[in-house]
């Protein structure tokens, strides 16, 4: 073998041996390529934390209490106090009528009251109005009368008895006895009758003064003034309306719950309120339940008392409601990790450097996050948004 073969051949093994050590052992440069070829994917943990189930409905806010005010009597409206918008207090003076009339009545019953006490013998004035009727003069001098009637006719009877009178004389003792007697009654029924007619004038008084107190119209609530139907000077008849009070804290807000989440509602559960062009969240509780469900609809409906001392919700308002109607610990993932094709719900995690798809049950929904029932185990990598990779792909993780 000559010179030549043995260098050709030396040559030819150190090419393949270089080769060699080329194909075992890649260039860092060929490493950060094949990194680079992995796409990024946001992950999230499975959490156990608390989870809030909800059922959420539309309703309407409406007052506690609303009132239509109007006076009890008639006249001319002497003073309106109140207009849109004006707060009002219990009690507080809404409207006055013009009192002269009332007042002129009071002081027409006060002396007929006054009248009746002088029949009966007792002073002008005065709050009591028991009478002994025997000690009345009327009645003593029936009762006079009647004793003088009798005395004379038991002397007749004796002096008939004797002889010394005639029996024509006992015959007019006898009459002038039954008239005595007569006329004592008619002074006990009259003496009763002028009791009467005192307990008459006493009610004529106070219903004087009533109707004097009625001029006057007073809010039955607290309350803010929805409307007004009336201007000081004009002649308003009884019972019509002036201004209608709203009592606006608490707020009944209406709800009307579907019968397949009827059961699950109960007294004292508390509800979250949102209106349109708030962010405000306020806080109620359910007060009421109706007692069966309506058939036409196939609803219950329900009443929660909702805050609202700074007034900020307004009677008639549209609102949602979710009434929290559980609080328990779970297993929970972004809902933007669930994937839902078919029917089929699944998430995409992480193992091994790898997406894997993953199926799942999920449950109830709490803000942006989703309770997961079956399927995972609290600490299991998630891909956030699991349709940008398929199933098998290298991935790089980038945890939130």
């Known amino acids: 073998m000559g010179f030549h073969h043995y260098v050709a051949m030396a040559v030819a093994g150190a090419c393949s041996a270089l080769l060699a050590g080329c194909a075992t052992q890649p260039s860092s440069a060929q490493t950060r390529a094949d990194a680079k070829d992995k796409p990024s994917v946001e992950v999230a ?6 989870l809030v189930r909800t059922v959420t409905v539309n309703g309407t806010l409406a007052a506690e209490e609303e009132v239509m005010l109007s006076l009890k009597v008639t006249g001319r409206l002497d003073e309106l106090h109140v207009d849109l918008g004006s707060r009002v207090t219990r009690g507080e003076i ?14 027409q019953a006060e002396a007929a009251l006054q009248q009746a006490r002088a ?26 009368v009647l004793d003088e009637s009798r005395l004379q006719r038991e002397r007749t009877a004796t002096f008939v008895t004797r002889g010394i009178s005639p029996k024509a004389d006992l015959d007019t003792a006898n009459a002038n006895l039954a008239v005595a007697e007569g006329k004592y009654q008619d002074a006990l029924e009259e003496l009763r ?31 803010v003034v929805r409307s007004r139907m009336a201007v000081a000077g004009e002649f308003r008849a009884a019972g019509t309306p002036i201004v209608t009070v709203v009592r606006q804290d608490p707020l ?26 708030e962010n405000d969240v306020h806080e109620g509780k359910v007060v009421r339940l109706s007692p069966s469900i309506a058939e036409g609809t196939r609803t219950l409906a329900i009443e929660a008392a909702v805050p609202n001392g700074e007034a900020h919700l307004r009677p008639g308002s549209f609102a949602r409601a979710d009434i929290v109607v559980s609080e328990t610990d779970g297993l929970v993932v972004p809902q933007s990790a669930v994937i839902v094709f078919a029917g089929v719900e699944k998430v995409m995690t992480v193992k091994d450097g790898a997406a894997k798809e993953q199926r799942i049950r999920t449950g109830a929904k709490s803000g942006d996050r989703v309770e997961v029932l079956d399927g995972l185990t609290a600490g299991t990598l998630v891909i956030v948004n699991g349709t940008s990779v398929a199933d098998g792909t290298a991935v790089t993780v980038a945890e939130q």
């Not at 029949?119 to 006079?144: C, F, H, N, P, W």
């Open 45 to 50: 943990r499975v959490l156990t934390a608390p």
């Open 94 to 107: 809404i409207a006055r009528l013009s009192p002269t009339d009332f007042e002129l009545r009071v002081q």
């Open 119 to 144: 029949r009966l013998g007792l002073t002008v004035q005065g709050e009591d109005d028991e009478v002994d009727i025997e000690k009345t003069s009327l009645v003593r001098q029936a009762q006079a």
């Open 252 to 277: 009944r807000l209406q709800l009307a719950i579907p019968e397949r989440s009827a059961g699950d509602i109960r007294l004292g559960q508390l509800v979250r309120v949102t209106v349109e062009g």
């Open 193 to 223: 009758n002028r009791q009467g007619v005192l307990a008459q004038r006493r009610s004529e008084l106070a219903l004087a003064r009533q109707q004097l107190e009625d001029a006057v119209l007073r809010s039955p609530i607290d309350g």
